[in-house]
């Protein structure tokens, strides 16, 4: 009768041994959900975090500012961000490193930036500090085009907090963004899409993975679709 006592509070211990770790993992799993990379991702994206949007339009005006210059020279410019807004805050500093590269010696085609981004954001979701380098093609340089059109690889990497679920994560994220259309008039993004891809780990171990589709929809909007859901972001 002992025997089966000591027998049966071993398997009790075994099975809340594995429903506890059951739980962890869900837990986990819920805090790096598609919903949670919905929100590293629109922050990625921001024009007030300093993000991909704030990046395109630097461009642009670095563009405008220098279609008369001398081709095929590099020349480089630093922006620093500090933004205070009602739901949040950010610090970032920029370097822009450009060339413009033309047909012959007097014929602008297009810009090729490098830029190398650092700093960090405090919204309403979460925490970030983070750097990211990218490379970009602008161009639509013709005064007869209404628009530019930049294709290029942006990458934002670092350590994000969630502020409500207290979970920790070191993440990489790349953007692949193809054919975004920027008006000439108001420099902001019309359309265009992006693939974007999320690797990392939680601080309790635990490592994700995640690929999506951006759409951009203009007027300060985009979408992002992961898993076959759709979230709509704001830019």
């Known amino acids: 009768m002992k025997n089966q006592i000591v027998s049966l509070c071993a398997c009790a211990l075994v099975l809340f041994t594995l429903s506890s770790c059951g739980k962890d ?10 919903t949670q990379i919905s929100y590293m ?43 205070q807004t009602v739901v949040g805050s950010a610090e970032y500093t920029t370097e ?10 007097d014929v602008p085609l297009n810009f090729d930036f490098l830029c190398h981004t650092d700093g960090s954001y405090n919204n309403n979701r979460m925490t970030s500090n983070d ?5 970009w093609e602008l161009t639509g340089l013709n005064e007869g085009q209404n628009e530019f059109t930049a294709n290029g690889n942006y990458a934002r990497n670092g350590e994000q907090t969630f502020k409500v679920e207290g979970v920790v994560t070191e ?3 790349d953007i692949v963004a193809t054919n975004l259309k920027i008006d000439k008039g108001n420099e902001s993004i019309t359309e265009g ?7 990392g780990s939680t601080d309790n171990g635990e490592s994700f993975d995640f690929e999506g589709q951006i759409v951009f929809k203009g007027n300060g909007k985009a979408t992002l679709t992961v898993n076959g859901k759709t979230f709509n ?3």
């Open 25 to 34: 993992r869900e837990a986990i799993k819920a805090a790096i959900s598609e």
């Open 41 to 83: 991702v629109e922050s990625a994206l921001q024009d007030d975090l300093a993000g991909l949007t704030a990046q395109v339009e630097a461009m642009v005006a670095i563009a405008e500012e220098n279609i008369s210059g001398e081709c095929g020279v590099t020349k480089d410019s630093t922006v620093i961000v500090e933004n």
């Open 96 to 105: 822009y490193t450009w060339t413009l590269e033309c047909e012959g010696d």
């Open 131 to 135: 750097y990211g380098d990218a490379t």
């Open 171 to 173: 993440s990489n994220m």
């Open 193 to 199: 899409t992006a693939e974007v891809n999320i690797h």
């Open 233 to 235: 972001l704001s830019l």
